[in-house]
């Protein structure tokens, strides 16, 4: 049930991501900034580096080593996945997984990512991300929050 889980969050994300790049990616290079909200825009920015536009470079090869160690990632966390017992982490798993495939996909068809979301307050700016970076985002919350709880249900019982 777990496995069944993970992967179709995993799939979730993936659809998502890709079809939410597909509908915004040719209209936001034409419009420029879509303001949404007083605190919320779209924006067309191609992340070249990886979370947060770290690590940028301008070699040619880059792209394709950043989606290799992604998948690499992904790999290992779907391993996990297969044994994983408990829902959250599976859960949890499928949200990464997911994230970091729409990503490599972006870097294999344009070798950047393409991030769009741009939250804002007072003149400062969140970083700008999509679909697939908030997925990875809550998926690693709920890694931590799963071994939080893990640990205390471990010590209620005594081991």
């Keep these: ?26 209209e936001l290079a034409d419009l420029g900034i879509v303001k949404v909200t007083p605190f919320f825009n779209l924006v067309m920015v191609w992340n070249r580096g990886i979370s947060f536009g770290f690590l940028q470079s301008g070699h040619d090869w880059a792209p394709y080593l950043l989606a290799a160690l992604a998948l690499a990632v992904a790999l290992v ?35 950047a990512v393409a991030d769009f979301f741009d939250f804002h307050l007072m003149g400062y700016h969140w970083p700008a991300f999509n679909i697939a970076d908030a997925a990875i985002v809550a998926g690693v919350a709920g890694l931590l929050m799963d071994g939080l709880f893990e640990r205390r249900e471990a010590d209620k019982q005594g081991t």
């Design 77 to 111: 966390l779907a391993v996990w996945l297969w044994r994983s017992r408990r829902r959250l982490t599976a859960a949890a798993l499928g949200l990464v997984i997911g994230g970091a495939l729409g990503n490599v996909v972006d870097r294999l068809l344009w070798q």
């Design 1 to 26: 049930m777990e496995r069944r889980l993970g992967l179709a969050l995993a799939v979730a994300v993936l659809l998502l991501d890709r079809l939410s790049k597909w509908a915004l990616i040719d």
